[in-house]
């Protein structure tokens, strides 16, 4: 069983001339202290063109957000777009996510995902997505940052985690998911809660029944998370998704009885994305109004899928075509 938070050392809490936890005999500000200052943001570079042939959404010259009053369930052909389309984000974030290192920007790593966008047939999603437009093509989200983190100039430290979320618009649809790795050599109660994190999503894909409400999904990630010490970010949900990059179906994270308005039905197609803190679920925002941290500034981690509902359950439509998740390795 993975240990919980209660059990396990939380370096930034550790005294700066304290041994570092990683073993190395030097102390913790001159080893891996540096990775638990807060992050900030660094500077961005220009904005990354896309080829003229290369399909766009309809936000992509002029912003914008995506129209919500479309349908949640899908037709045969727009399924089956969303397969090939979901698996082809999957393969992305796990190319970016094996360029992931101490040293390594996170600028760079945004530069990568756009490549490899363009080279398989897609526009980045996020690219010059709503009010105000979200400057690059793929999210990263490093230690306390919640979620819409902005790639830039910062490097990445050993012991660092980062989330990387990608989504990838083709055939006219959208593939959205993301995962939580971790840099170099990362402490046991980071690694604890990306696992649990992804436990989470993987409670939350369980519960996906058609008939039942959406709220099951809440249910079973709120009590997972809790039952190991962790906290369930409020602020964010998953979304509906398909033609457009979000519709107006939102999915709680966590149980809300009131919400049983939505009932999930056969064909019906979202992302569940939970993200889950160490500490406070509270966020704010960074004056760019996208990059949301932890009050406390402890960290966070998230995993993410798009699915669709099928007659006795879910299928992941961003599952890698070797059935392998990506993200951090299962704590020893």
């Not at 966008?117 to 990263?140: F, H, R, V």
């Not at 979000?246 to 056969?266: F, N």
Request: with cysteine; aromatic share 6%; net charge negative.
């Amino acid at each position: 069983m993975t240990p919980t938070a209660a059990t396990l050392v939380d370096p930034a809490r550790m005294k700066a001339n304290e041994p570092c936890w990683c073993g190395s005999g030097r102390k913790l500000k001159r080893c891996h202290g540096p990775s638990y200052e807060r992050v900030r943001p660094g500077s961005l570079s220009p904005r990354r063109p896309v080829p003229d042939d290369i399909e766009r959404p309809h936000y992509a010259d002029h912003g914008g957000r995506s129209r919500r009053d479309v349908p949640d369930v899908q037709d045969a052909a727009t399924l089956e777009a969303m397969r090939r389309t979901g698996r082809a984000a999957a393969e992305v974030l796990r190319q970016v996510g094996d360029a992931i290192a101490p040293g390594v920007t996170t600028d760079e790593l945004d530069a990568l995902c756009h490549r490899l966008c363009i080279e398989a047939g897609g526009y980045p999603s996020p690219l010059n997505y709503g009010d105000p437009s979200y400057p690059k093509s793929i999210c990263t989200s490093v230690n306390e940052v919640i979620c819409h983190g902005i790639p830039d100039s910062r490097a990445l430290r050993d012991g660092d985690i980062v989330n990387l979320d990608v989504t990838l618009f083709r055939e006219g649809v959208h593939g959205d998911t993301n995962a939580t790795f971790c840099v170099g050599t990362v402490d046991d109660l980071s690694r604890a809660l990306v696992q649990v994190t992804r436990d989470c999503l993987e409670a939350g894909i369980e519960a996906v029944r058609p008939g039942r409400p959406t709220s099951d999904i809440g249910r079973s990630i709120q009590d997972r998370a809790e039952a190991e010490g962790f906290s369930v970010v409020r602020a964010f949900t998953g979304h509906g998704v398909a033609h457009e990059f979000h519709t107006g179906l939102h999915i709680l994270h966590y149980h809300e009885p009131r919400d049983t308005r939505v009932v999930m039905e056969e064909g019906m197609t979202f992302t569940i994305e939970p993200m889950i803190a160490l500490g406070a679920w509270q966020h704010r925002l960074w004056d760019d109004d996208w990059t949301a941290v932890t009050t406390d500034g402890r960290r966070t981690a998230q995993f993410e899928h798009t699915l669709a509902v099928t007659a006795d359950g879910a299928e992941v439509l961003t599952l890698h075509p070797d059935g392998a998740w990506s993200g951090c390795a299962t704590p020893a």
